[in-house]
């Protein structure tokens, strides 16, 4: 007889600033910052197995956060199957989402009755202890184009008024986020930059009405600053926006570009306002 399975969706995250908040206890680091979720995501598939396995677009994956969190929730093997149209390491936070839509998916297969609150968390902590991401899980978790400013809560969120808004992206090569992570002269450059436009983000909550370019040049604005912004397509092509009038910045973190307009090579996604769920 074929084992029960049970699947889960996530979206994928696109952080635009982000400030690492540094803690000993991996269920309080996280970080603060700017991001939104797009329509594409992970759907992730979750069933009984004789042996534990993980595959990605159906190839075997080490995949240490995802393998975190089915530890974190039972010593049973399970079979997890990540399917995603989005690129692993190019800073669309597919660690997080992946993890995410894991725990919904292991919660309810296996009749554990937790909140999805703490599903989050779990997936939050796995994030922090493999180094693979502090924030995505925050906003995979509630959805939409969030800030975050709240010291020693990973998940809290403010949304911002963005109306709805097409986004189009462009990925060139990733930024395996445990070296930036485990770099302390970049992370002290990231912090730097990141403290200068957090409060211009807040700002915008404030706000009943955002601007998508406005949150894109403060994204620049810290991209630059924080010394993250080296690729040379990247820069090119945010140049080339910029010359055509439209904003763009690069993507956090993977040698990538958004923008508000279309450009070269560039695929469309939208934001979207809709957090992990459980798929019927």
């Not at 730097?192 to 601007?211: C, I, Y």
């Not at 040698?255 to 459980?278: D, K, Q």
């Amino acid at each position: 007889m074929a084992s029960k399975v049970v699947r889960a969706y996530a979206p994928g995250d696109v952080s635009g600033a982000f400030k690492i908040m540094p803690h000993v206890d991996p269920e309080k680091m996280h970080s603060l910052g700017f991001s939104f979720t797009v329509s594409q995501g992970v759907t992730v598939m979750v069933s009984e197995a004789n042996e534990g396995s993980i595959t990605f677009n159906d190839w075997p994956i080490e995949f240490p956060t995802v393998k975190a969190v089915a530890e974190k929730l039972s010593d049973r093997p399970l079979r997890i199957e990540i399917a995603s149209p989005l690129p692993l390491s190019c800073g669309f936070g597919l660690s997080g989402a992946s993890a995410l839509a894991t725990a919904y998916a292991t919660n309810t297969l296996l009749y554990l009755d937790m909140s999805d609150e703490a599903l989050a968390k779990i997936a939050h902590i796995a994030e922090v202890e493999n180094l693979t991401g502090l924030g995505d899980v925050c906003a995979q978790f509630h959805g939409g184009c969030l800030v975050k400013v709240r010291k020693g809560d990973p998940l809290a969120a403010q949304q911002l008024g963005v109306p709805e808004q097409a986004v189009y992206y462009r990925y060139f090569s990733p930024i395996h986020t445990r070296d930036v992570l485990s770099d302390p002269d970049q992370k002290r450059a990231i912090n730097e930059a990141a403290d200068s436009v957090l409060a211009q983000f807040a700002e915008l909550t404030r706000q009943e009405t955002v601007q998508f370019d406005d949150c894109l040049r403060l994204s620049l604005k810290f991209a630059r600053e924080s010394g993250l912004l080296r690729d040379p397509q990247v820069r090119e092509t945010i140049n080339a926006v910029e010359a055509q009038g439209g904003c763009a910045s690069m993507i956090m973190l993977g040698n990538a570009v958004f923008s508000s307009m279309p450009f070269a090579g560039a695929e469309a996604t939208t934001i979207s306002h809709r957090g992990a769920y459980l798929i019927p």
